[in-house]
């Protein structure tokens, strides 16, 4: 197949280019390197897929509906990840994320009902549950109390995917992913800021008195269920891809001391805004539909992220 993938120098998307050329599917990727984190990162990682045989990249801005629209000619999916992804983020500049979440999502989606694509897959979010008190959330439940702009923006995809399907038939499926982490991560997620401040020993930062729970979902795990929807390409869907499994931030913590062989200073802070107590998936959905398999505990996970840190980083 040949894929436009948006977002594909972030951290998902890089990972996603990785998989879906190793199968021999041809990759666009789309991304115009927006300095919300270090961009030296994202070169990094389109690096690694330079001279890889069917990667080509654009760099190029989905708010750029020339550059966009020329970009998606002929290919059979589109794959949108590209996005403003840090939810703290969304408190100090809610006019980019406007822009960029929905107007951006919004090009996205009328440029594949134009072209006739046949398929669009794109990120939404766990945010979408905002206070939920119901765990395992599930699909089927209410998503009216997002505690961000973010998660408003993810939920306002999902609505605005219905509405192209019901309208224009176009094609989707929206995949709600669970705090994402692996090598290459995201600068701004809290493994990173756990072992940045725990390798310079630092005091380590952790929100909500420790008291917090989430669905940490390994990278690989996350590609595999991306690259499920890509093939069965459903007319409408939401799928959560989460691991399946409610950890405690603390012990998540107590993994990154393992894997670095050294005990943290803690400064237990309270909750940020936009922060929600809890999360977790209820991935029943995505294994029935999609063949959905998460495999990697936080005990295989975190070693892998710490080992690619130390690598690239060169501690
Ligand atoms: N990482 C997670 O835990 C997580 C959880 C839920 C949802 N998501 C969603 O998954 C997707 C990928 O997240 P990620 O963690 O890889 O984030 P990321 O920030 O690493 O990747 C997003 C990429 O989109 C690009 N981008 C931003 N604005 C753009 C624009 N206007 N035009 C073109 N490219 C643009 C960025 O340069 C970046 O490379 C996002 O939509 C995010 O909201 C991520």
């Given at each position: ?196 401040a725990l390798l310079k020993d630092q005091p ?58 050294k005990?943290?200073k ?50």
């Amino acid at each position: 197949m040949k894929i436009l993938l948006t977002g594909a120098a972030g951290f998902i998307g890089f990972h996603t280019a990785k998989a879906l050329l190793a199968r021999g599917d041809e990759v666009i990727g789309y991304d115009n390197f927006t300095p919300y984190y270090d961009p030296e990162l994202k070169e990094a990682r389109v690096a690694q897929l330079e001279g890889v045989k069917g990667w080509t990249l654009i760099r190029g801005d989905i708010l750029d509906r020339d550059t966009l629209r020329k970009a998606m000619q002929g290919v059979d999916r589109v794959c949108h990840l590209a996005a403003l992804a840090g939810v703290r983020y969304s408190f100090e500049h809610p006019d980019e994320y406007i822009d960029i979440n929905i107007r951006g999502f919004f090009n996205v989606i009328e440029e594949v009902h134009q072209q006739k694509i046949p398929g669009l897959i794109y990120a939404s979010s766990s945010s979408v549950y905002g206070n939920t008190q119901k765990f395992p959330s599930s699909e089927e439940d209410r998503t009216d109390s997002q505690q961000s702009l973010y998660g408003m923006n993810k939920k306002d995809n999902e609505l605005m995917a219905f509405t192209y399907h019901a309208t224009h038939g176009v094609r989707s499926t929206g995949l709600r992913f669970f705090t994402v982490y692996g090598p290459w991560g995201r600068p701004d997620m809290a493994l990173f800021l756990f072992t940045e401040a725990l390798l310079k020993d630092q005091p380590l930062n952790i929100f909500g008195e420790g008291k917090m729970q989430r669905d940490f979902t390994f990278v690989d795990d996350i590609v595999q269920g991306i690259i499920a929807s890509i093939d069965k390409n459903y007319d409408y869907e939401i799928f959560n891809l989460g691991c399946g499994k409610q950890e405690e931030l603390m012990e998540y913590v107590r993994m990154v001391e393992v894997s670095c062989g050294k005990e943290a200073k803690k400064n237990f802070m309270p909750m940020q805004p936009g922060d929600v107590r809890a999360s977790s998936a209820d991935i029943s959905k995505a294994q029935r539909m999609l063949g959905f398999d998460p495999k990697t505990t936080i005990a295989k996970g975190v070693p892998q992220f710490i080992e690619w840190y130390r690598s690239y980083y060169k501690i």
